[in-house]
C-alpha cells in the first residue's frame, strides 16, 4: 500500500522537481526492454498517479514520442533522469518513476509487468503477482 499525502521528487542534477499527491496507484515493476533501456536498468519502478495530481514545480522534462505517438517519456534534459511514463490507453493516469521521489522507501511495489522480458540474473524473488505482459 502507498502512503498518503503529497510526495516530491526530481532528477539526480536538480533542474526538474516535481509533486505528486492521493490518490495513488499501483507501484509495478516493469522489465520491458523500453524501461531497460530508458533506465539502463534492468528495470524500472513505477507509481501511478492521477495526471492532475502530477505536478511539476521546477525546470522543464524533455519529452520523448513514440511508436505512432502513443506512448511517451519525459526525463530531465541535462542529466538524463527518467522521471515519467504515459500512454495514450491511459488517459487520466501517468506512472511516476518510484528512483526519482525523495523518498522513496514507502512506496512497496504490488505487481511485476513484461516478465517475459525479465532478465534471468535480476529475478526479484518475491509473492507479487506477475504478468507476461503489461
Known sequence: MTPAGTHEGGCFCGAVRYEIGDPFGNVAICHCLDCRRIGGAPFLAFVVVRKERYRILRGEPKVIQYESDTKSRSFCGDCGTPLTYDNVKWKETVDVTVGSLDEPEPFKPTYHVWTKRELPWAHV??????????
Open 125 to 134: 524473488p518475491d509473492d507479487l503477482p506477475r504478468f507476461d505482459e503489461g
